[in-house]
């Protein structure tokens, strides 16, 4: 398999405009979580889905970020308008929950810098 | 605050050396922890699960430590080599599906 697979890798923007990540998660991986990562904060979850259903948007900083999972080989997060606050990395990671429990595979990250 | 803290936040060691790394943690019911390897620019890759039952599991020349009832685990990192320079990141899984991250510990392994 070829892991998980998210793109851009590199994002540069100007406040205002709109972003949107993307992540194809590990064929057959029922849980889907998207984290952002700073200096600052280091790793925090945004929102996870499981078999495509959102389960948990607590992590959601405010009304600017959605996501979507249309399908379970296909997620979406959207920064809509972008900040300079929200530069950071932003990962993706599946995990099939009756095999290895816990056991996160992450993707490469998007490192995403509002300007 | 954060229910998992690592100590220390950086360390510098000479190739060659052994370092150990902490992780104590306030979340349950506990489930399992694991610790997570990220090299700089890369996603985290798991490195070892510990269960309730396990005291000690080793990776190589990463061997993982719990202490179930001090809450603590710890990582030593045996004859470090330069790839090991990462950050290393405690994660606790509690309360069926709910992980909770600690902030990492930057290892930097100098010639």
């Known amino acids: 398999d070829a892991g998980v697979i998210q793109s851009p890798r590199h994002e540069v923007t100007e406040m205002g405009q709109e972003v949107t990540l993307r992540c194809k998660p590990i064929?057959?991986?029922?849980?889907l979580f998207w984290y952002r990562q700073t200096m600052m904060r280091g790793l925090e979850l945004l929102i996870y889905?499981?078999?495509?259903?959102?389960?948990?948007d607590s992590g959601m900083p405010e009304d600017r970020f959605s996501a979507k999972m249309p399908n379970a080989s296909f997620s979406t997060l959207k920064i809509q308008p972008s900040e300079p606050r929200d530069s950071a990395v932003y990962f993706c990671?599946?995990?099939?929950?009756?095999?290895?429990?816990?056991?996160?595979?992450f993707g490469e990250g998007s490192r995403l810098t509002v300007l | 605050k954060n229910q998992v803290e690592q100590s220390p936040q950086s360390l510098i060691i000479l190739e060659g050396k052994n370092c150990t790394l902490q992780?104590?943690?306030?979340?349950?019911?506990?489930?399992?922890l694991r610790w997570y390897k990220q090299d700089t620019g890369r996603g985290p890759v798991s490195l070892t699960i510990?269960?309730?039952?396990?005291n000690t599991k080793s990776n190589g020349r990463y061997t993982a430590t719990l202490d179930a009832d001090t809450k603590q685990s710890s990582l030593h990192i045996t004859a470090s080599q330069l790839s090991d320079s990462a950050s290393y990141i405690c994660?606790?899984?509690?309360?069926?599906?709910?992980?909770?991250f600690g902030a990492g510990t930057t290892v930097t392994v100098r010639a």
């Open positions: 990671a599946s995990s099939f929950r009756d095999t290895d429990p816990g056991e996160l595979f």
């Open positions: 992780c104590n943690y306030t979340v349950s019911p506990f489930s399992n």
């Open positions: 064929s057959g991986h029922d849980y």
């Open positions: 510990m269960t309730f039952s396990e």
């Open positions: 994660v606790v899984r509690y309360n069926d599906y709910k992980l909770s």
């Open positions: 889905f499981n078999n495509n259903v959102p389960i948990d």
